[in-house]
């Protein structure tokens, strides 16, 4: 029997809230279904599940907040028989029986939330005819909490990790051409955006630096199991989230644009996957349609790295000898220094440079 407990989808994350089943005791299930939708602060996810079986029985119920890794339901093989849930004394509080007596609520049939599944008066209240259903959060508090889970995560990266940063400006004059003879010949739906490409060029040039992709946990450098790099994507009811667009070293150009476009739109809508949002091993932000020029980001632990992408501006340049205007951009790496020193962080700057300058290999 498998325990399928409620994941972290960052490193912001302490709880969710279980927004609906979408699997009934004794279906089957395979790794990458949808088992389920949870409420957080970055919106309502798709719970994946990473297993094949059959949903035996749930754990928690719709309109239940439990803690991160708090089990949800439990998955058996398909040979397994059925069990039944294995009966346990539960604890009462004296505010919940006083309730109960007043409200005239059976106890046995009320689920408890509290510390280790205690019945609590609110629960009592709930499940009280007429009771007070849970009140979906509003776009403020939605907003609000985002907020605060950003501050909590970016003030712990700031605290524990000792940022290196560093940064280079590259003529993007050749990919632009490129991309805009690539474009002319394309349908407006398939037209490819700059940074669809920068991003193939992030996952080759990661190919050739691999100690930036991954994670610092237990004191130790973690590789990263692909290239899923984590894409900056501001909401537009306020905060940000990051979902990883995945395996971007071992897919054409067209799927990234793709792929990108996709998750653009869903993050938007709130209707991003778990996996989308605990599984990038770097992060990219890109804030040069803001007018930035150069952005240094703050690492999103327990990642090791994150790139930022300036505007394009023009700048005087000296190319063949002479100096001329040409399209400039600024690209900055923030590197954790316990993983990454600074000669790796400048090999990883000067990979990205190299295959900028050559788009037509990407």
């Known amino acids: 029997m498998i325990e399928f407990r409620m994941p972290s989808l960052g490193a912001d994350m302490e709880a969710g809230t279980l927004v609906q089943w979408l699997k009934k005791p004794g279906d089957g299930v395979k790794r990458g279904d949808i088992i389920a939708v949870v409420d957080t602060d970055k919106g309502a996810i798709e ?5 094949e079986g059959v949903l035996d029985r749930t754990a928690v119920q719709v309109g239940e907040k ?14 397994e028989p059925a069990q ?8 009462i509080s004296p505010a919940a029986r006083k309730a109960a007596e007043e409200l005239r609520v059976d106890l046995s049939q009320v689920e408890g939330t509290g510390p280790g599944g205690s019945v609590t008066r609110a629960d009592v209240e709930r499940a009280a005819p007429g009771g007070p259903a849970p009140a979906a959060p509003s776009a403020a508090d939605r907003t609000a909490g985002m907020r605060a ?37 394309r349908s407006v739906s398939e037209r490819l955006l700059p940074l669809a490409l920068l991003l193939k060029v ?62 653009i739109v ?31 980001g703050i690492i999103y632990p327990p990642q090791v790295a994150l790139v930022g992408l300036g505007r394009v501006v023009k700048r005087p340049w000296v190319f063949d000898g002479r100096v001329e205007p040409r399209p400039v951009m600024t690209v900055s790496v923030s590197a954790d220094h316990r993983a990454v020193d600074g000669r790796q962080a400048g090999l990883f700057l000067g990979a990205i440079e190299r295959w900028v300058l050559r788009p037509e290999a990407v």
Do not use: Q
Not at 47 to 51: A, D, G, L, R, S
Not at 84 to 91: G, L, V
Not at 153 to 167: G, T, V
Not at 274 to 279: A, G, M, T
């Open 47 to 51: 719970i994946e599940v990473y297993t």
């Open 66 to 79: 439990v803690p991160v890794g708090t089990v949800l339901a439990f998955i058996r093989g398909a040979a």
């Open 84 to 91: 039944a849930p294995t009966p346990a004394d539960r604890r």
């Open 149 to 185: 889970a950003i501050a909590a995560a970016m003030a712990r990266s700031k605290r524990e990790i000792p940022h290196l940063y560093l940064a280079t400006t590259i003529d993007m004059s050749r990919p632009l051409a490129w991309l805009a003879a690539e474009n002319e010949r």
């Open 202 to 263: 992030i996952a080759h040039a990661v190919g050739e630096v691999p100690d930036v992709n991954g994670y610092w946990i237990d004191s130790a450098f973690r590789p990263g199991p692909a290239v899923h790099i984590g894409c900056a994507i501001a909401l537009r009811d306020g905060g940000l989230v990051a979902p990883a667009l995945h395996d971007v070293d071992r897919k054409d150009l067209d799927t990234v644009m793709r792929e990108l476009r996709d998750l």
């Open 266 to 296: 869903r993050a938007r809508a709130g209707t991003l996957r778990s996996s989308e949002l605990s599984d990038s091993t770097m992060t990219v932000t890109n804030l040069g349609d803001l007018g930035v020029e150069t952005a240094f």
